[in-house]
């Protein structure tokens, strides 16, 4: 387990990362994924390329693509809003220097960077949370056994609690907002993993560059946290649909025959409406009243999808 300082205790014996990605199966040479991915690997990869630059890159697309329906849920919420401005995502970058430092390092920099975002969501300046894992071994991997084993034990880096992560489940983190009446709220938020080789496969949705990401994003903590700030959304958004999936499919491994397991909610999340515990949109569209030493908990169980 990892400490929000970032330090390590307890943590059991992890297969070496640099041997995994030694070991993906590559794509043949010369495969395209399509104009606009390949362009942004070639300013991600290209010799002496500096991290600010291939950051660059990576957010410019992001802005064209919005590869994920929260994106596309606040672009139908905020009138004129541009889904992925740099101030409306933490962004964590794992580069290839990270990942050759092993398990450890990993654990300790992504929990450190989930927990200045989640301090960030107690404020309502952040509702969303992008981890980037970069290398030319991830963007250029196969779909296939390795590939998914190794999108499983990063999210089970990110979600230690849940650890280990498995093919086909939904995992919801949880993201905190301080309401205006000095209470706090837990609000879900849905996790995604995204792979460069879903470009053309039945999970091209998920397709992004550089290698693989997991996007965390909660639309519920989006929508209280304008309300918070007396921000009025465009009329008829509290029906907007907004897409919950699994984090990692199985079609990465190849097992199962890639059951998506995606619903879509119509979040009521701007609307006054109490939930129950036990409707489905709970968490979702309102939060979880918690006292200020559970801001950084994550109660949600998974949820499979069979």
């Known amino acids: ?34 104009p606009d991915i390949d362009a942004v690997h070639e300013g991600m990869f290209g010799p002496g390329a500096s ?5 660059a890159a990576l957010w410019a697309w992001l802005n064209d693509a919005e590869p994920c329906s929260f994106g596309r849920f606040v672009e139908r919420i905020e009138s004129g809003a541009n889904a992925v401005k740099r101030g409306s995502i933490d962004l964590c970058w ?19 960077a989930r927990a200045a975002w989640k301090r960030r969501a ?26 998914g084993e190794l999108c499983l034990a990063l999210a089970g880096i990110y979600l230690s609690e849940c650890a280990p992560v498995e093919y086909d489940t939904v995992y919801a983190e949880a993201l905190p907002l301080r309401r205006a009446n000095g209470g706090t709220a837990l609000f879900k938020a849905g996790t995604r993993m995204l792979f460069t080789g879903a470009h053309g496969g039945p999970h091209h949705e998920r397709r992004m560059p550089g290698g693989v990401a997991i996007s965390v994003n909660s639309p519920g903590h989006y929508a209280a946290s304008l309300a918070e700030r007396g921000q009025e959304p465009r009329p008829g ?70």
């Open 237 to 306: 958004a509290a029906a907007v649909p907004y897409r919950v999936g699994v984090l990692v499919p199985g079609v990465y491994g190849q097992a199962g025959g890639g059951v998506s397991a995606s619903r879509g909610l119509r979040l009521g999340c701007l609307t006054p409406r109490e939930f129950t515990v036990s409707d489905p949109e709970h968490g979702w569209a309102s939060g979880l009243p918690i006292g200020d030493d559970a801001m950084l908990t994550n109660p949600w169980e998974p949820v499979g999808s069979r």
């Open 122 to 147: 107690i404020a309502g300046e952040c509702s969303a949370f992008l981890i980037v894992f970069t290398h030319p071994r991830l963007a250029y991997a196969r779909p296939g056994r390795r590939l």
């Open 1 to 34: 387990m990892i400490a929000l300082d970032g330090n390590s205790f307890g943590m059991p014996a992890q297969p070496s990362v640099a041997e995994a990605l030694e070991a993906l199966p590559q794509v043949a040479p010369g495969t395209r994924f399509g």
């Open 51 to 55: 991290r600010e630059e291939r950051e």
């Open 94 to 112: 794992i580069g290839e220097e990270d990942l050759a430092r092993g398990h450890e390092h990993l654990a300790a920099k992504v929990w450190t």
